[in-house]
């Protein structure tokens, strides 16, 4: 069962910063597709960034020169390093993972789901 926990959510003021970090477990071979999206309250969940396995990287509009997302592969780790933090920024910030292998009995197995993680409370207030 591949999981997904983020963390470093919390309250900042506008124009600081804050860093998330989502780590994927579960007998994973590898990931190619991993992404932070977010939803604030009465609007759809709308794409943050994302990151393949390449480290070829796409940014909303809204973020770019902000955010930065990076990846460790050998942890199976997506982070978000976000600056320049506006009210509108608020959100509950999830991780995705996508195409996702396992290694299970020796055997590597293309599970076919995409994973989402918990969720993380970023608010930016003053």
């Known amino acids: 069962q591949v999981q997904l926990v983020e963390s470093g959510g919390g309250l900042v003021q506008p124009g600081g910063s804050l860093s998330l970090s989502c780590a994927a477990s579960?007998?994973?071979?590898?990931?190619?597709?991993l992404g932070w999206y977010r939803q604030a309250p009465g609007k759809q969940r709308e794409l943050v960034a994302t990151i393949t396995s390449g480290l070829i990287t796409t940014y909303a509009d809204s973020v770019k020169g902000r955010f930065t997302i990076s990846r460790d592969n050998a942890k199976h780790t997506v982070y978000l390093q976000m600056n320049s933090l506006k009210p509108e920024d608020t959100a509950v910030y999830y991780c995705n993972a996508d195409q996702v292998y396992t290694l299970v009995d020796g055997n590597v197995r293309f599970t076919g789901y995409s994973y989402w993680g918990q969720g993380t409370q970023v608010t930016v207030s003053s």
């Open positions: 579960g007998s994973i071979f590898s990931i190619k597709d």
